[in-house]
């Protein structure tokens, strides 16, 4: 049996990338998993893969800065599977720029999706874990948190992510809710792919330049952050809470 049977987890930013990888590692642990993204023909495309494996799924358009989507698609998970277990804030952008060049719209936009997306779901998720004493909450913060060249936007998104876990760890801890945050350094996304095009630099070129200095000697692929979100959503982690573990091959990425 898996770790995860008979739990159902709602996974946003799941059209791809950390986000699929993390719903596929859960269906294989035996969750339930609704796919939660604007993103609904790559959840479309995640779910089949999830009915392959034998699990069942709920592919949901939802823009997680929006609060009445966000409470519509927690209400349709559970008139769905009758519960709310696990929720993991993956959903994500990136509007890099150094801060002469960085617009407001800039700013704004990743702002919102990473911390009012993260507030908006764990307020409507905590409501159904709360009845039921029980709830699993991981957000996707980064290494970017201690300080990265033109992402101060995405950078300071990502620590405040960090001190938001840690909060909502003392609030909803007495009701059997643990809160968690995972930090990943360079993983092989199409994000970090697209990001390296951009800057007019090969993707390979750049994995190649990454993995000489992660002590591992590797960039990380999304299944790595997937298999610590795994964890920390199991019965084998009801003790750590509050806690920002870095998935970076090393101290840092």
Known sequence: MGRLEGRVAFVTGAGRGIGAATALRMAEEGARVVLA??????????????????????????????????????????????????LVNNAG???????????????????????????????????????QKYGRIVSLSSTSALGSRGQANYS????????????LSIELGQFGITVNAVAPGFIDTEMTRTTARRQGIDPEQRIAEASKIIPVRRVGQPRDVANVICFLCSDEAS??????IYVAGGPRG
Do not use: P
């Open 93 to 131: 952008v990136i509007r890099d720029n150094m801060l002469f060049k960085m617009s407001e719209d800039d700013w704004e936009t990743v702002m919102n999706v990473h911390l009012k997306g993260a507030f908006l779901c764990s307020r409507a998720a905590q409501k159904y874990m709360v009845e």
């Open 37 to 86: 993204d604007i993103d609904t023909e790559g959840c479309q495309q995640v779910s089949a893969e999830l009915n392959r494996l034998g699990s069942e799924s709920l592919a949901l358009a939802c823009n997680v800065t929006d609060n009445a989507m966000v409470q519509d698609a927690m209400a349709q998970t559970v008139s769905r599977f009758g519960q709310l277990d696990i």
């Open 239 to 244: 003790f750590v809470s509050g806690q920002v």
């Open 156 to 167: 300071a998104a990502k620590a405040g992510l960090q001190g938001f876990t840690r909060t």
